[in-house]
């Protein structure tokens, strides 16, 4: 239990967070959660991994600064494809789904791997009863191939180190003279809940009118699981019922990238989401990065 | 409509309140909103007057968020 760590209690992290419990990665490397996720991915969708184009994976780190997780996971599922990581933060589902569609546009991949994994709980200060209760580790993988099931996306960034920013950790150097950025989590949290909310409200209703759809059309909205009050907040500007709202975050916590992949694997598993819904992604994190798409499954 | 009504009346509307119970001296402990209660109250008071309102102003009372507007228009 947290609250045996830090001065906090069960009833203090439920009502501001809706978190109940969460995964903290003990003796698993993120690679063991990656190659998981893309192994049953590609088991899901019934593709080879010889047949892959491309991998791509979303992580704000990997276990390496350098290999990067797509080329470790390449490795360990034995495909032959181009590998790269990407940082987006919180959004980088979103964003990767953006940039497979490009490749796949393009012509210049078929079939493309999307692995968003993240070990959130490497980045906290467990000293720090506002933040370190916040975060799970995790990771979710999809396939993806030409289709029309993307029906309108689109994803943003605004500069910014001051309201959320997670310092690197450098070896050190003789010659260094830069100033020490702490490695931890920190949050200017009033306002990231602001640009929270309010880049929901206005990334949503974009995607849903490029897409020509409307609340009662979407099967769910399954937003970036940061906190259960964002989504409360978003909820009545959206047009949306409290059971349109995907919730994974009282079980998983902020697994940042990996919470989108993770809820939809849950829900498509239980049968809550099936092929021919239209549902609405939601994303927003550290950059600041947004992304939002609408999707039919 | 003077600041702090209209401010009271987003209160009362956001959170679900009888307007007589908020008076300049009311403090958020006292309505039971929590610290998120009060960004989303700060948001929509930022909306109705397209200002920009700092969350980390240490506000505590609804005169708090009242003297911030006024010095703001």
Redesign the interface.
Known sequence: MVSEIVDTTDEWIT??TGIKTRYVSTTETLLDLAVEASKKALASAGIESKDLDMIICSTIKGDYVTPSMACLIQRDIEAKCPSFDFNAACSGFVYGLDMADAYIRAGKAETILLVSAEAMTRHIDWTDRATCVLFGDGAGAVVLKKGDGLRSIKITAKGDDKLLVIGSVFSPSPFAKQPQIDPAFRM????V??FA??SVIKDVKQVMKEAGVEAKDIAMMVPHQA?L?VFQ?ARDKLGFTDEQIANGIDHYGNTSSASIPLLLDELMEQGRLVKGDLIVLTAFGGGLTTGACVIKL | MTTFETIAKIIAENKDMDIADVKMETSFDDMEL???DV??V??AIEEAFNITI???AGLKTVGDIVTLVESQK
């Open positions: 009502s501001r200017n949290g009033g306002e809940f602001k909310v309010s906190n009050r907040a | 929590d610290s998120l960004i989303e700060v948001m700092e969350t980390e």
